[in-house]
T-cell receptor
Framework: DAGITQSPRHKVTETGTPVTLRCHQT?????MYWYRQDPGHGLRLIHY???????DKGEVSDGYSVSRSKTEDFLLTLESATSSQTSVYFC????????????FGPGTRLTVT | AQSVTQLGSHVSVSEGALVLLRCNYS??????LFWYVQYPNQGLQLLLK??????LVKGINGFEAEFKKSETSFHLTKPSAHMSDAAEYFC????????????FGKGTMLLVSP
């Protein structure tokens, strides 16, 4: 299995509070991604990174920001959480190019009350 | 723009029966295609991928998929279902160049009955 960990694995937070999710990889892969998974929607890309300090928006980026200060860490921040951001969040990595296969972390279940 | 359509949000089969999960794609250039499996409370695991080599691709756990350009399809099959195959399956497409990322279908839940 690809060395990807996500923390926390579960979080309950209140509307309006900031939340940061962390993805850590031990594979030294160039690309990292954040997705959200919701019933009936499959996986939707939030943001991705193609190198340290290099990031770009995905399909559903509104309300989210990301940072990548080291190759191994990719942080997803919800500046002011809303109930619509209740979801399961997955981090993924790919070694060489954005169009190639991705390897996924175990996910973080976030509930915003 | 690329897109994926998975026909059927749920597919039910009996143990030992053929598994067929359908995926149709749209892409303006030759695509790269992938199938992933997700077991309950886990991340996605790569089953197989097509990257313009052989059109029949074999993956893990006895699954295979055939790329048919004329039908813009990449259906996933397995000759004989096992109870352990019960999971959600996702098809994904990318355009194989630049910063093209993967676009996922909405998933098909495979239910296997004894």
């Amino acid at each position: 299995d690809a060395g990807i960990t996500q923390s926390p694995r579960h979080k309950v937070t209140e509307t309006g509070t900031p939340v940061t999710l962390r993805c850590h990889q031990t594979e030294n892969h160039r690309y990292m991604y954040w997705y959200r998974q919701d019933p009936g929607h499959g996986l939707r890309l939030i943001h991705y990174s193609y190198g340290v300090k290099d990031t770009d928006k995905g399909e559903v980026s509104d309300g989210y920001s990301v940072s990548r200060s080291k190759t191994e860490d990719f942080l997803l921040t919800l500046e002011s959480a809303t109930s619509s951001q209740t979801s399961v969040y997955f981090c993924a990595i790919s070694p060489r190019d954005a169009w190639e296969e991705q390897y996924f972390g175990p996910g973080t279940r976030l509930t915003v009350t | 723009a690329q897109s994926v359509t998975q026909l059927g949000s749920h597919v039910s089969v009996s143990e030992g029966a053929l598994v067929l999960l359908r995926c149709n794609y749209s892409s303006s250039v030759p695509p790269y295609l992938f199938w992933y499996v997700q077991y309950p409370n886990q991340g996605l695991q790569l089953l197989l991928k097509y990257t313009s080599a052989a059109t029949l691709v074999k993956g893990i756990n006895g699954f295979e998929a055939e790329f048919k350009k004329s039908e813009t399809s990449f259906h996933l099959t397995k000759p004989s279902a096992h109870m352990s195959d019960a999971a959600e399956y996702f098809c994904a497409v990318s355009e194989g160049s630049g910063y093209s990322t993967l676009t996922f279908g909405k998933g098909t839940m495979l239910l296997v009955s004894p």
